[in-house]
T-cell receptor, first 117, second 113 residues
Framework: GAVVSQHPSWVICKSGTSVKIECRSL??????MFWYRQFPKQSLMLMAT?????????EQGVEKDKFLINHASLTLSTLTVTSAHPEDSSFYIC?????????????FGDGTRLSIL | AQSVTQLDSQVPVFEEAPVELRCNYS??????LFWYVQYPNQGLQLLLK??????LVKGINGFEAEFNKSQTSFHLRKPSVHISDTAEYFC???????????FGTGTSLTVIP
């Protein structure tokens, strides 16, 4: 149980285009989803916390107009990288919790490798 | 705020040997502790968690970890590693008052045949 699906797994696109990444909880309802960015050989950097039906909470230094997050349902959150540039190339990972309690683990998607040419 | 320290960035170990991956944390409130494993180009998979109760927790793939409150540690152990255990391992803490996880910088475990 607690499966999170992330799509696409790999995307290559030209500089200036926008890219949408989907994160779905397949067998549970996720009130809260998280978006992370991971650079090679580094840990996960939390970008934002997404709550269903409300605006996402962005971490300091993350441009909310650049990284648009929508959490329209209890099973789907999307991250849109707008007007992507080569410096946005990275590995993006989403996660979801099965409940709101702080002792609930996060369940992760398989990540999306974004390459901007 | 909480923080996590994984002192060993890389740990090479021979196949069938035991291994310990170290994790220390700091927090002013009670925490929950987690270990995750990440295989190349994949997301993170939960290995085990400590919420309360017995300080020795067992997880998947033969891993176990021991919570030591006085030393603020949560070290991960396996008595005999396999080639397939080669991966990146992350320790994470969550305060009992919030939603956010704080991850360590990760330990790259390489099992040598």
């Amino acid at each position: 149980g607690a499966v999170v699906s992330q799509h696409p797994s790999w995307v290559i696109c030209k500089s200036g285009t926008s890219v949408k990444i989907e994160c779905r909880s397949l067998d549970f309802q996720a009130t809260t989803m998280f978006w992370y960015r991971q650079f090679p050989k580094q840990s996960l950097m939390l970008m934002a916390t997404s709550n269903e039906g409300s605006k996402a909470t962005y971490e300091q230094g993350v441009e909310k107009d650049k990284f648009l997050i929508n959490h329209a349902s209890l099973t789907l959150s999307t991250l849109t990288v707008t007007s992507a540039h080569p410096e946005d190339s990275s590995f993006y990972i989403c996660s979801a919790k099965t409940g709101t309690a702080s002792n609930q683990p996060q369940h992760f998607g398989d990540g999306t490798r974004l390459s901007i040419l | 705020a909480q923080s996590v320290t994984q002192l060993d960035s890389q740990v090479p170990v021979f196949e069938e040997a035991p291994v310990e991956l170290r994790c220390n944390y700091s927090s002013s409130v009670s925490v929950y502790l987690f270990w995750y494993v990440q295989y190349p180009n994949q997301g993170l998979q939960l290995l085990l968690k400590y919420l309360s109760g017995s300080t020795l927790v067992k997880g998947i793939n033969g891993f176990e970890a021991e919570f030591n409150k006085s030393q603020t540690s949560f070290h991960l152990r396996k008595p005999s590693v396999h080639i397939s255990d080669t991966a990146e391992y992350f320790c994470a803490v969550s305060a009992n008052t919030g939603n956010q996880f704080y991850f360590g910088t990760g330990t790259s475990l390489t099992v040598i045949p």
